[in-house]
């Protein structure tokens, strides 16, 4: 079904399946881009508004004196907020002695004294997790860690069909069954309030370690750490589970080592670790800044090593064997098969994979998920071409400010990278529902600036259940009251948003003549990744240009050769926009773009990424 605000539906015959409370969140790989473009048509140039940074000249010569660093570099600093000559310094040159005192969590003093004693006294540990990227590296994370010490530790992930996310009572009753005495919850728990509860009355106690948004009613856990507390004095507030995870065994083996665990002093390495950080940090999409650019660089760099034997077979299994791994790569290519496990499977094989030691068995187990990979692509598809003919049946959504779909046919375990898609296409914060036996369970996703969280909270009356984060959230709802929750959802937006925020933007960093583009430029830029939400990659414009040599290739990408009257000719490509080929022939052009080194059957060359061109 697709609910209008107004009260009007559309209904569809479809065979009940399964449900869905993920509130994980998921990159938009290019490969689906043509059904966008089938869903909007008549889109026009330039395809988003552009506006500009502003300047600060002095500020700029101070830092590109004092940094030797070109003025375009400078500026681009200053954009992100680094604007001294010291905040440059460490963000050009980073370093874990960089990271916070993970003591100034709250509780997490207390959470490592439990763990201490459980070790100690040979109690089993249970590390239940989510089935998404973030949950399943904090799993493996924290279960490499306490192996190391001996510990008597074990995981469970739920099975998101037939659990969903979070804790549940079953899965709580059957690990106490089995002599579980110490539950620690990574990327999940802050919302269960009566599991938790449940498990301290069957005789377990319950370490949280989350980054969800805290509820008014916390779980009475011998532990909580999770730094969107109020009480909480760790400054860093938008640490993907996994990162927090990272710092609660940054404590343990501060607090361990002079206790003995290692007798022969051959205690962990904890940089090893950072490449499950990196994967859980990206797959999560939180801002890559503060710590979570740590993690993300020095993270990589391990990728790109092979030294663990799961991300080598996986690696090996999509092509990209030996290879220096980006944050695209792992995007678009190594996440969404760790993610596929736990939409279309079980997530035990992802954690399974990170655990490996063994590389026959790590490289079937990457096989299972190149596999599970697959199938998800094919099933959200199905899904796609649904809800494009839904929207095709709209007309013009520019009325709507939120757009919530339903059906009782549609797979729960894609429906957030649905969500996902319909978002970037349409600037729309949307909600898909998969409905069985009277209830959806749902996924919602948004953008910035549209905090659909707390429109969640104004709608809590009508939903079972909520939980997640201001652009990604889960929801549980009775099937009579979606079309209630599409009306109310819409208008708390409305009421939360201005128009400003429903239009597509490219912010310029600054204006550079192509003919200023040059390697040394591109190498100094370079120095400012790895980008991503918080830290985006460069933007620069210039005015005048002329396509030439253009070409569509592979899936819809646009290929062309700009030129300039000095005789300046750049390589570049526009992902995703080969519909536009005959708009920009032979017309001068103002184009926004980001300059990289393109690698190709061993050549070597700058090439332009374009992400918006305006005819002139």
Known sequence: MLYFPNGRRTTSHLKPVPLDTSANCDY????????????????????????????????????????????????????????????????????????????????MLKGVERVIQAVTNGEKITIYGDYDADGVTSVALLVLFLRTVGAKVNYYIPDRVSEGYGLNKQAVANLAEQGTSLLITVDCGISDYDCVVMAKAVGMDVIIVDHHEVPKQIPPACAIINPLRPDCRFPFKQLAAVGIVFNFVVSLRGAMRPLGFWSDNSYPNLKEYLDLVAIGTIGDIVPIVDENRLFVKFGLELMSSQRRIGIRALKEIVGLDRQTIDISQSSYILIPRINAAGRVAKSDDAVDLFLSENMEEAKKLAQRLDSFNRKRQEIE????????????????????????????????????????????????????????????????????????????????????????????????????????????????????????????????????????????????????????????????????????????????????????????????????????????????????????????????????????????
């Open 381 to 616: 598809r199905g899904i796609l071409s649904d809800i494009t003919r839904r929207i095709e049946r709209i007309g013009d959504i520019g009325r709507l400010k939120s757009l919530v779909f339903a059906s009782e046919n549609w797979h729960p375990g894609v429906i957030g990278v649905v969500a996902s898609r319909i978002v970037n296409r349409f600037l729309r914060p949307t909600f898909v529902i998969s409905v069985k036996g009277g209830v959806g369970k749902g996924s919602g996703r948004s953008f910035a600036g549209i905090d659909i969280y707390q429109s969640l909270c104004e709608c809590d009356s009508l939903l079972l259940s909520f939980g997640g984060h201001r652009n990604a959230a889960g929801i549980s709802i009775r099937q009579q009251n979606i079309e209630k929750f599409s009306a109310s959802i819409n208008e708390s937006i409305a009421n939360s948003s201005s128009s400003g925020d429903f239009i597509a933007k490219t912010i310029i960093d600054a204006a550079c003549p192509l003919k200023d583009i040059n390697d040394g430029l591109v190498s100094q830029l370079s120095l400012l990744a790895p980008f991503g939400s918080g830290n985006p990659e460069p933007i620069l414009c210039s005015h005048g240009a002329l396509a030439k040599s253009l070409t569509v290739v592979g899936n819809n990408h646009l290929r062309m050769r700009l030129g300039t009257d000095d005789g300046t000719s750049l390589d570049s490509i526009w992902y995703g926009r080969g519909n536009f080929l005959k708009s920009i022939s032979n017309t001068p052009l103002a184009v926004a773009f980001n300059p990289q080194m393109s690698h190709w059957k061993g050549q070597s060359g700058i090439q332009l990424k374009m992400f918006d061109i305006d005819p002139l």
């Open 28 to 107: 938009c790989a290019p490969e689906f881009e043509k059904i966008g473009e089938v869903m909007n048509p008549e889109q026009k140039l330039p395809t988003t508004k552009w506006s500009y940074h502003g300047e600060q000249p002095e500020l700029c010569e101070e830092l590109a004196d004092s940094l030797s660093i070109g003025a375009i570099v400078s500026r681009v600093l200053i954009n992100r907020g680094v604007d001294s000559v010291d905040k440059c310094k460490k963000f050009l040159s980073p370093s874990l002695n960089d990271m916070h005192n993970p003591n100034l969590m709250q509780d």
